[in-house]
């Protein structure tokens, strides 16, 4: 505002130093001042106003923004720990043999590098509270029967009946230590035959301290 006032001033000393040495009487002369004055109160009202209206839509932006801000998921745990996720699912057609590990190599998310889309393991990057889960689908004449391992122990198993198109979950909640490993494996003695976009693997950190 004094910047404002500043112009102002400067203009008005300018129009009387001109007009001073002009042939103007003195009624143009106050005229010439009036109107400038005028002309630039119109202009400071215009600006006061120009500037309420920034003032109106930074306050509803940064309203905004908080809201968002709000809203968006926090992908850091509660203690600040650094975040831990992966999901898996196959890109084809799987056959998998008796204990051996499924290779989920369609890698949808991976926070903290802890799966291995080539060994289909997954090895805890931080120690704290797991939360993994296992999804499978049937085909017409193919049963599957796998579980979810721990450093080398089953601590849940899944299965999907042979009629086809039917569907199983399992989901556990566990302890991990940094490096432990989980992973998915065949639980049925055979082979069995996995279709590759039916069939997830997925996990995330809940929480590093409890």
């Not at 109107?35 to 109106?56: F, G, I, N, R």
């Not at 989901?171 to 639980?187: A, E, G, Q, Y």
Request: proline share 2%; with cysteine; glycine share 6%.
């Amino acid at each position: 505002m004094a910047s404002v006032v500043f112009v102002l001033s400067s203009c008005v000393s300018f129009i009387l130093v001109s007009n001073a040495f002009s042939t103007k009487d003195d009624a143009d002369v106050l005229h010439d001042i009036r109107s400038a004055y005028d002309e630039m109160k119109k202009e400071v009202s215009t600006l006061k106003e120009e500037l309420k209206l920034m003032k109106q839509k930074h306050c509803e932006c940064a309203t905004k923004v908080d809201s968002y801000n709000n809203k968006i998921p926090r992908f850091l745990v509660p203690n600040g720990q650094a975040p831990v996720a992966f999901h898996t699912h196959l890109s084809a057609n799987f056959n998998v043999s008796s204990n051996h590990a499924v290779a989920y190599d369609m890698v949808k998310i991976n926070v903290g590098d802890g799966y291995n889309k080539f060994s289909g393991i997954f090895k805890a990057p931080t120690a704290g509270l797991y939360f993994i889960t296992n999804t499978v689908m049937s085909m017409p004449n193919h049963g599957i029967h796998v579980e979810i391992v721990k450093n080398g122990v089953a601590i849940g198993k899944n299965w999907a009946d042979h009629n086809g198109y039917e569907s199983g979950t399992m989901s556990v909640i566990t302890d991990l230590d940094v490096n432990d490993s989980v992973w998915v494996r065949d639980s049925d003695g055979g082979t069995e035959r996995l279709e590759h976009d039916y069939n997830s693997f997925s996990g995330f950190l809940i929480y590093t301290e409890y």
